[in-house]
């Protein structure tokens, strides 16, 4: 598959070099990886979904159950297949019930799947979030990894935050108040700085 650098990537590790020595660091370790996107839009949604609140590793050995059992993940292929099946990979009820609700949407057009290209990252995790199973977090990992937005921070991601406390020796949890703050001088490619804060925790890249 090609992979595709965002306009903005080179760019955004040279500033942000200049401005955090410490993510600096972790930049000069990957000089030749990068964000790029899946291009398919449900597919980001449903691994997003899969991977909510479990480890990168848990989610990847679910998607590959997930994968072997059903084939290629199609809105039609999830919207058709029983219940019972897509629990057998490991998805909670809750996580098939959020899928086949990701997949009667996008077969229905309640998304606006074509203007999220014009449209701002907030009037985007406002169209998604309509959708019962996704959630800020999720959304904000669709910005990234499909529309590869540059400067998407998310809050609530926890192998983010644990990347900040790992990289300026801080106890785990930190205070949103100073997450925000340190994320202030990553502007306007905090995208990128998280991307990075991810690799700083596993040299295998994140993917949706």
Same mark, same amino acid.
């Given at each position: 598959?090609?992979?595709?650098?965002?306009?903005?990537?080179?760019?955004?590790?040279?500033?942000?070099?200049?401005?955090?020595?410490?993510?600096?660091?972790?930049?000069?370790? &990957?000089?030749?990886?990068?964000? $790029?996107?899946?291009?398919?839009?449900?597919?980001?949604? #449903?691994?997003?979904?899969?991977?909510? %609140?479990?480890?990168?590793? *848990? *989610? %990847?050995?679910? +998607?590959?159950?997930?994968?072997?059992?059903?084939?290629?993940?199609? @809105?039609?292929?999830?919207?058709?297949?029983?219940?019972?099946?897509?629990?057998?990979?490991?998805?909670?009820?809750?996580?098939?019930?959020?899928?086949?609700?990701?997949?009667? *949407?996008?077969?229905?057009? %309640?998304?606006?799947?074509?203007? +999220?290209?014009?449209?701002?990252?907030?009037?985007?995790?406002?169209?998604?979030?309509?959708?019962?199973?996704?959630?800020?977090?999720?959304?904000?990992?669709?910005?990234? $990894?499909?529309?590869?937005?540059?400067?998407? &921070?998310?809050?609530?991601?926890?192998?983010?935050?644990?990347?900040?406390?790992?990289?300026?020796? &801080?106890?785990? @949890?930190?205070?949103?108040?100073?997450?925000?703050?340190?994320?202030?001088?990553?502007?306007?490619?905090?995208?990128? #700085?998280?991307?990075?804060?991810?690799?700083?925790?596993?040299?295998?890249?994140?993917?949706?």
């Amino acid at each position: 598959m090609y992979k595709k650098k965002p306009s903005f990537w080179s760019v955004a590790k040279k500033e942000l070099k200049k401005k955090d020595k410490k993510l600096g660091k972790i930049i000069d370790s &990957y000089p030749e990886d990068f964000l $790029f996107s899946k291009s398919d839009p449900f597919l980001t949604l #449903a691994r997003s979904i899969v991977g909510q %609140q479990i480890s990168v590793k *848990a *989610a %990847q050995s679910v +998607w590959d159950k997930l994968i072997f059992k059903i084939g290629r993940v199609s @809105p039609k292929l999830i919207e058709e297949v029983h219940s019972n099946k897509l629990k057998s990979t490991g998805l909670s009820r809750q996580k098939v019930l959020y899928l086949k609700n990701l997949a009667h *949407a996008f077969i229905n057009k %309640q998304l606006k799947v074509k203007s +999220w290209n014009k449209m701002s990252d907030e009037d985007i995790i406002n169209d998604l979030v309509k959708i019962k199973g996704i959630g800020r977090w999720t959304a904000e990992m669709f910005l990234i $990894f499909n529309l590869c937005r540059a400067d998407v &921070y998310p809050l609530d991601d926890i192998g983010m935050i644990k990347g900040i406390c790992k990289i300026y020796n &801080y106890n785990y @949890p930190i205070k949103r108040e100073k997450l925000i703050l340190i994320g202030n001088k990553w502007k306007p490619y905090r995208s990128v #700085a998280t991307w990075y804060l991810w690799r700083s925790l596993d040299p295998i890249p994140v993917e949706y």
